[in-house]
């Protein structure tokens, strides 16, 4: 079959069409687009122009050849509203924006986990509608994510999946539905929320007019996937046994296990772990920590130079030699990266880098630091060892992140697919069409068509490759 991956991410989104069957999983045709904000309005997004670019590289992907279904994932977190005729009130928020700094508080930690599985957290989906008007919110019939919002203005259907709606702060984990008492603290009513849908499923069929812009088959289905780019990115990590631990390393790296039980509010309390919700009720167990986020921001001043040259400049330079706290909330949304985390080495290290390859090695050190303190705190909880640590996302495409991270936790590290989260997307519909059994099958797939470069806590002189 042939799937459209729609891959939204917090910098930049991707359309692909991938084709899938219980042998092959290729991507066939890719396209790029950076992830529009509207300058106008602040801190937000831009949907509309969003809209017109997804809708651009759909019609360029379904040009190279047949489309069987369609699927969306996001990042998590954002959200637009609608009013009762289906229009959006107001561009949706970003929720890199100080308006919400301190929100949380406002929530009791281990009553939020008890119910949720997840913590207060201030970009969360609750702590962001806490900071909306009660004018905007007594317009609100509908909240959807910003990826069921681009499903819902191609099919017309609202509705959105377990993964998602684990990440709000304000689905009860225990009922699998929306929390009556925690919508009605942040002004809304049950029924301004979607259905929330199991992945995997189908949704409903692309509107007439819209299989026409793209010249795909009419009545092409769309496929409810792993709606949360983290839980998708998850279902196609290579994993062959159970004791794995993931870094999902985008915009975010997100660091844990997948496990059939939840970790107690309890025991959780406190550690920034959360439960959210996978594929078949899985738990996925993880904290955020920064990801390429303090990387990008930097290449992204350094124009002149390419990011490439910087990155193996970076890699023949000695690692530790200046880290700095990569949590500090100041890298959240600074307005001159390179400057503050110069400032950062400063304070933590006594002097600034003496060049940009020197920052990049800086950046990249102090980021495996925290995913390896992340490993020990997930490990002490949970009181088990990951025997091979998943490194998927962009992340993975980088090995200066991976032989670092190897040598730091002392175990092998699998790094790739670089693009984890459309292949998890388009497994997902694949397996709605009944291509592929289950996450297990989607795994050895991906473990059999996809190149994984492996790094040891010991650099090899030729750095193996696992290839299918
Ligand atoms: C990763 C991700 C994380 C979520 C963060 C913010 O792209 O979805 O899982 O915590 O973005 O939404």
């Given amino acids: 079959m042939h799937a459209m991956a729609i891959d939204l991410g917090a910098t930049s989104g991707r359309v692909a069409r991938v084709y899938v069957d219980e042998s092959e999983l290729t991507v066939l045709d890719l396209v790029r687009f950076a992830t529009p904000t509207s300058d106008s309005h602040g801190a937000r997004w831009d949907f ?53 700094v301190g929100v949380s508080r406002r929530y009791d930690e281990l009553r939020t986990r008890t119910i949720t599985g997840v913590m207060p957290h201030d970009f969360s989906t609750a702590c962001q509608l806490l900071t909306e008007s009660e004018r905007t919110l007594s317009r609100t019939a509908m909240l959807l994510s910003i990826g069921d919002l681009v499903a819902y203005r191609l099919t017309g259907h609202a509705a959105t999946d377990c993964s998602w709606a684990s ?54 289905p769309l496929v409810t996937v792993a709606g949360h780019d983290t839980a998708s990115a998850i279902v196609a990590t290579p994993a062959s046994s159970d004791d794995f631990i993931y870094i999902s390393c985008g915009t975010w790296a997100l660091i844990g296990v997948e496990s059939n039980e939840r970790v107690l509010a309890d025991r959780a309390l406190g550690t920034g772990f959360v439960n959210e919700l996978g594929v078949d009720g899985v738990s996925t167990i993880h904290r955020n920590a920064a990801g390429l986020w303090l990387l990008n921001e930097c290449l992204g001043r350094w124009t002149d130079t390419s990011g490439d040259t910087l990155l193996a400049a970076a890699a023949a330079l000695p690692v530790g030699q200046l880290v700095f706290d990569s949590e500090d909330p100041r890298l959240f949304a600074p307005e001159d990266m390179p400057t503050l985390i110069a400032e950062l080495t400063r304070e933590g290290a006594g002097r600034v880098p003496a060049n940009r390859a020197e920052m990049v090695r800086a950046i990249i050190d102090s980021l495996v630091l925290a995913f390896v303190r992340a490993i020990e705190d997930l490990e002490a909880m949970l009181g088990r060892r990951g025997a091979v640590i998943h490194l998927v996302g962009g992340g993975a495409a980088l090995p200066i992140l991976g032989q670092a991270l190897a040598a730091a936790a002392g175990r092998t590290v699998l790094a790739g697919p670089v693009e984890a989260s459309l292949l998890g997307n388009a497994l997902l519909q694949a397996r709605a069409l009944g291509s592929v059994p289950d996450t297990a099958a989607c795994r050895a797939l991906v473990s059999r068509t996809q190149t994984a470069h492996r790094y040891e806590p010991e650099p090899q002189p030729n750095p193996r490759e696992d290839t299918p």
């Avoid at 998590?76 to 928020?93: C, H, K, Q, T, V």
């Fill in 48 to 100: 509309e122009k969003l809209m017109t670019l997804l809708l651009d590289a759909a019609r360029q992907v379904a040009d190279g050849g047949p489309i069987d279904s369609v699927g969306i994932d996001a990042w998590g977190a954002d959200y637009g509203l609608l009013e009762r005729n289906g229009s959006l009130i107001e561009a949706p928020f970003r929720y890199r924006d100080a308006r919400t």
């Fill in 167 to 220: 990440t709000t702060q304000l689905f009860d984990v225990h009922s699998l539905s929306w929390s009556t008492d925690l919508l009605a603290e942040v002004g809304l009513g049950r029924d301004a929320m979607p259905e929330v849908q199991p992945c995997g499923t189908v949704r409903g069929e692309l509107l007439p007019q819209v299989c026409d812009q793209l010249g795909v088959a009419g009545r092409t």
